[in-house]
């Protein structure tokens, strides 16, 4: 290194703040001294010069190489995501030219321990991931497919829009609060239970934490959580995982219609949040160029209404391969037809009672259905399941009984209905599913960072 430099300002790929560093033009100008850290993502090499698109994380930066540097055995052998540590002086991109940012790095130092070097020839990572690799393979080798742009921005948009739900939610005032994961009552029904030994008992891990949010609501106010909700699916979908990450929420003193404006509310307002990060905002561009903001209000369809569309535009019941009909559950492919024709998202509403969750109370207009909402997204089907909670104690105890659930466990459940119960209701959206619809996944597995599915559950 040349100690007769200016010192190096140390910065992160994506830093822009002029007040620390300025460009240089390659004439007059000098630009600021700085000394960055990353990993080598892409390189090219020309005759006397080698130019290497740096990442960190946070951005990638143009790395230029040149005179003895480019000459050095290090520079001459590098291998693709070679961590590095970078001296010199950054400046402007020539007229013509593209980088990030518009700006180079012209390197006057390097460094590189022998322990920061990737493997090379038959060990390159460019030979062990590839977009042709089998998706098993790549799904095995999820740690390193993590390090390619398209895997990792998903994930970095998924970062912020967890942040975006925490913010939406204490601006309306909701709290955030920890139900367990160990739980011994179901929610939404037996066949999905992970079960598991617990001391002498047995518990499961909790399909949803719904339940615990409702016994907050009468000292802790309109609530929400963000936590990992569990599913032994036993099919492979696009859109199914076994452990997922579900945000919840409870509202107190509200009607169905509250709720749904609510539900509108928080996704347009997160999706506001999101975009309103620069950096966020491109690499949803990146992932989804068709992405609009959805219109407003969100187009509301009653399960019968829905019902009715399906036989009017013969999508059939899969299972009776009939005509559907008023009572059927509309399968996963069936509702993704519809949601991609109408192509905006959907609520639809008012499910009848016997293919929905105990806890959902009759609508009094049309007591065959529930005040229930599943929001449909175009490319995913459903991405939130809400309703209003049955919140009268001998409505609920029959509820039990018809569903031939025990209602002891429950205790803690029904004690709600006898101490101060109300009119409340809640949902809960699947993050992936979420992140599948914004960043245009053909499916929820890439939208988590290590996804776990029947028959998967490594690295
Ligand atoms: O419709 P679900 O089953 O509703 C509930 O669990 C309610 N107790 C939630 C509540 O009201 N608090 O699931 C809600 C959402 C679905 O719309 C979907 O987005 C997601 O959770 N989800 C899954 N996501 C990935 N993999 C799975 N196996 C999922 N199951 C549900």
Known sequence: EDKSLPEAVKIRLDDTDSTKIQLGDGADKKGTRVRVLGRVHRERRQKDITFVTLKDGYGFMQVLFQGNLAKTYDILTLTRETSMEILGELKEVPAGAKAPHNRELHADYFSIPEEWKAAGGEEAITNRVSKDQDPSVLLDLRHLALR???????????????????????????????????????????????????????????????????????????????????????????????????????????????????????????????????????????????????????????????????????????????????????????????????????????????????????????????????????????????????????DLMAAFAREGIDPAPYYWYTDQRKYGSSPHGGYGLGLERFLAWLCKQHTVRDCCLYPRYFTRCKP
């Open 148 to 394: 390619g742009e398209e895997r990792s921005k998903v994930l970095i948009v998924r970062d912020a829009v967890e942040y975006a739900f925490n913010t939406v939610y204490h601006e309306l005032r909701l709290r955030k609060m920890s139900p367990p994961a160990f739980v011994q009552t179901q929610v939404e029904g037996g066949a999905t239970l992970f079960k598991l030994p617990y001391y002498n008992e047995e518990a499961y891990l909790t399909q949803s934490s719904q339940l615990y949010l409702e016994t907050c609501l009468p000292s802790m106010g309109d609530v929400y959580c963000i936590e990992k909700s569990f599913r032994a699916e036993k099919s492979l979908t696009r859109r199914h995982l076994a452990e997922y990450t579900h945000i919840e929420a409870e509202l107190d003193f509200i009607t169905f219609d509250d709720l749904l404006d609510h539900l509108e509310q928080v996704m347009c307002r997160v999706l506001e949040i999101t975009l309103a990060d620069p950096i966020i905002k491109q690499y949803v561009a990146d992932l989804n160029p068709d992405f609009q903001m959805p219109e407003r209000p969100f187009k509301r369809m009653k399960y019968a209404d829905a019902i009715d569309w399906l036989v009017e535009h013969q999508i059939e019941n899969e299972e009776t391969q009939q005509p559907h009909k008023f009572g059927d559950d509309i399968a996963e492919a069936a509702e993704r037809r519809m949601t991609d024709i109408i192509n905006r998202p959907i609520f639809l509403t008012h499910f009848p009672f016997e293919i929905k969750a105990f806890y959902m109370p009759k609508d009094v207009e049309d007591p065959r259905v529930t005040e229930s909402v599943d929001c449909l997204m175009p490319g995913v089907g459903e991405i939130v399941g809400g309703s209003m909670r049955m919140h009268n104690y001998d």
